[in-house]
């Protein structure tokens, strides 16, 4: 009788384990990819048979920074299919949060990405390593990040949290798939992605990858797309 219940307890152990790491499947929400996108990264976006994950994140959160590595790695296996974008979603009660994500926009402005960045922790953790000092190893230009913090990488910021707050996001990472055919699926993991992939080109009618009109921004080769594809 002991040996049974325990045995019925590991099952279901087991079960609840499986299904959390499963998480809940990927499903359609009602807007439009230009709504998740922003009115910047849509007018690049590239037409044709081209997913974009859009991750909206927190450098702060621990989460987001594994989600954002899992969905470079996800974006890189997938080449000229998926491109990558990664917005600002500030939620940390750290208020240097917010200061970090206009750090790492303005950082852009000089050829430095999220991911190459890599410090980031330090900003945020106990050590909380003065933005000036991440700047100075980082081989930047203090000056000129600090006006691109308080002027373009502001505008930016803001933007994203617009439209954050618009798409009802309350919690990091946000990670959502833009379809070619239009529809957007709101996304658990990176992985994800992979199980909307086939039923989206079935229902897409969009011109193959590379099939694009002339003069259309593509993407670099790591899969990327101008300013929101930094990661």
Partial sequence: MVLGVLALALCIAVAVRVSARRGPRPYRVPVAAKDVLGPEQWARVPRGNRFVLVVFLDYCCPACADAVRRAAALVSGQPGRIVLCVRNYPLSVDRRAREVALFVEAAKFQGRSPTSIGTLPDA??????PLRDLARRLGLDWP???????????????????DGRALGIRGTPALFLCCPDGSVYRLRAPEQAERVLPMALLRSQTPPWGATSPGTPRPSGTGEIARCAHA
Wanted: glycine letters at 8%.
């Fill in 124 to 129: 945020c953790g106990r050590t909380r390593a």
């Fill in 144 to 162: 000129r990040l600090s006006r691109d913090m308080a002027g373009v990488a502001s505008r930016t910021v803001a933007q994203d949290e617009r």
